[in-house]
């Protein structure tokens, strides 16, 4: 933690020590499987970087590295290659560390960049902006000077295809026998693969990247090829494997295969993410898709997020003992249709700390929580419980509670969330002692889940010009109109329409209720209001229909959280 601060204080270690911290640095694989613009892979960068140059001011420990590495007998791409090629390989390792041209960072940067981080993501302009910020941050660190031939003094820049993919994360590799993979006759070729990738990284010149993007291509085929008469993949699986170009900059791969795309085979030792959030049955995703992804992923249920989704996926991507951090919304810590994904966790992990955090963290209207765990069995391990408000751009920490996965397992739903002091605990073991389920009075329901709202914008429209709207237009009820004891009309209208179905409740009776209690779907806690005048509500809240009882006396129990109980009196 002492090499993480930004001061001028030394740090005390060994040299042994510094060693040890260095190779470390060097071996650890980072992955953002959900990368957008770069900025978590570039911020790890930063820290990997400071924490290089507080160990190894001046870079003496790091180049002797390098060289060691470069010139090792077991280097394949130095044992292969020409005596000029490895007179070369050493020359740029020298200007890389050369501080007349370049600044110290830039060196701990290039090999940081080589050998530890790595991106997917989706959408190929999103790679596009990570490469980017991190070609920028390599200029920067480099000297420049007033002759154009000599570029100015700005050297070519590494090539990164083989850094940040775009490709759909969620989606596997179909392998039919993983250990043919590991046979002789493959792992010959994928090590002509890692040479020529490595080539390409470092190349200089616009002939020898077509040269090694063409060796790249072919060997690709191979491998395919082989994979697939060993029985290794089917057909399929091997036109996609020959199909996936990665020098494409227009094209996103269906599928994500770590060892094909990374030559990462053991798994990452950080994944970190603020991955999407937003449900699946509400994504652009097609149905084929969906029921690909809910019969893959362990935790889907009737009621799947993507963000769930991921936190399942780079799971499955870590090494054993390696650490997953996510920033994500924090609704399923309590909500109860994320009981499989909370079970998932607590049963196979050991989570370091939560950080549920009370403020706004995005422009997205949602709850925020930060995650953190290692990849290890971990049921009687403690979970440091947080909460965390933004004060002056700063997050400061609370401690809220020590609690084993054990005793969050034992909590109904295993809903991981303290529940307080003695004093609150004995007051909500009273209230559940002597309350009764909701279910006994009242029927609940999820609000109208529309099409995807930058496919179809009309499909919900604010304050609407009287031409947008259709016969099937009807005033509708968001999360952010429901108030303590009321409902605030914003004029809002949805398309009542079934063919704009994607989920929640369509039923005709339900939404046209003249006295509905109406419950925020995202909040620290429950926010209810009463709606009085039938108006559709949409699947950012909740609807309790009374049926045993006065409406406008309503006991909730476990709604929000088997934590919470709410009693309503007007």
């Given at each position: 933690r002492q090499l993480m601060q930004y001061t001028d204080e030394a740090v005390d270690l060994t040299e042994e020590q510094q060693k040890q911290i260095i190779q470390s640095l060097y071996n650890c694989k980072v992955l953002d499987p959900a990368c957008g613009s770069g900025a978590f892979p570039m911020g790890m960068l930063q820290q990997m970087v400071h924490i290089l140059s507080r160990i190894d001011p001046d870079n003496t420990q790091w180049k002797e590295m390098m060289l060691n590495k470069a010139i090792d007998e077991t280097s394949d791409a130095y044992r292969t290659a020409s005596s000029d090629e490895r007179r070369e390989i050493i020359a740029d390792i020298e200007r890389s560390f050369d501080e007349s041209v370049n600044r110290p960072d830039y060196a701990r940067k290039l090999y940081l960049i080589e050998n530890c981080i790595y991106g997917v993501d989706i959408q190929p302009i999103a790679i596009q902006i990570?490469?980017?910020?991190?070609?920028?941050?390599?200029?920067?660190?480099?000297?420049?000077?007033?002759?154009?031939?000599?570029?100015?003094?700005?050297?070519?820049?590494?090539?990164?295809?083989?850094?940040?993919?775009?490709?759909?994360?969620?989606?596997?590799?179909?392998?039919?026998?993983?250990?043919?993979?590991?046979?002789?006759?493959?792992?010959?070729?994928?090590?002509?693969?890692?040479?020529?990738?490595?080539?390409?990284?470092?190349?200089?010149?616009?002939?020898?990247k077509r040269k090694y993007r063409q060796i790249v291509n072919d060997l690709r085929l191979k491998i395919a090829n082989m994979l697939e008469d060993l029985g290794a993949v089917g057909n399929t699986e091997a036109q996609q494997l020959s199909s996936w170009d990665m020098f494409d900059q227009n094209a996103s791969s269906p599928f994500f295969d770590p060892e094909w795309m990374f030559n990462v085979k053991e798994g990452f030792d950080i994944v970190i993410a603020n991955p999407p959030f937003v449900l699946l049955q509400n994504s652009s995703i097609s149905k084929i898709e969906q029921d690909v992804l809910k019969s893959t992923y362990q935790i889907a249920s009737y009621k799947v997020d993507l963000y769930h989704l991921f936190i399942e996926k780079g799971y499955n991507l870590l090494k054993n003992f390696g650490v997953l951090c996510y920033i994500n919304p924090s609704n399923f810590l309590t909500n109860n249709y994320a009981e499989k994904l909370r079970l998932f966790i607590l049963n196979n992990s050991s989570i370091n700390f939560i950080v549920n955090i009370i403020d706004n963290v995005f422009e997205a209207s949602v709850n925020t929580c930060i995650m953190n765990f290692v990849k290890r069995n971990g049921l009687n391990h403690i979970v440091d419980y947080y909460k965390g408000e933004l004060i002056n751009n700063r997050l400061l920490l609370t401690l809220l509670s020590h609690l084993s996965h054990n005793e969050y397992r034992n909590n109904i739903g295993a809903v991981i969330q303290p529940l307080g002091d003695d004093r609150i605990i004995r007051l909500l073991s009273k209230i559940e002692t002597i309350s009764f389920p909701l279910k006994n009075f009242a029927t609940v329901n999820f609000g109208m889940q529309l099409r995807n709202r930058k496919i179809f914008p009309n499909d919900v429209l604010h304050n609407p010009q009287i031409s947008e709207l259709t016969q099937y237009h009807r005033k509708c009820i968001t999360g952010k109109d429901i108030h303590e004891y009321c409902v605030i009309y914003d004029n809002r209208y949805c398309y009542f329409n079934r063919i704009a179905k994607c989920g929640g409740c369509w039923d005709e009776e339900v939404q046209s209720a003249g006295t509905k209690l109406l419950v925020r779907q995202v909040g620290a806690v429950p926010i209810c209001g009463i709606e009085l005048n039938g108006y559709a509500v949409l699947n950012s809240a909740f609807i309790v229909i009374a049926t045993k009882i006065n409406p406008y006396i309503i006991g909730i129990d476990k709604l929000a959280s088997p934590a919470i109980f709410l009693v309503i009196s007007f």
């Open positions: 990570s490469k980017l910020r991190f070609f920028i941050s390599l200029v920067v660190d480099q000297k420049s000077n007033d002759n154009p031939v000599e570029n100015f003094g700005i050297r070519p820049l590494p090539n990164l295809e083989a850094k940040f993919v775009a490709a759909n994360t969620l989606i596997g590799l179909n392998k039919k026998d993983a250990s043919l993979f590991d046979s002789a006759e493959i792992k010959a070729k994928e090590s002509e693969l890692k040479i020529a990738k490595h080539k390409i990284f470092g190349a200089k010149t616009v002939r020898t």
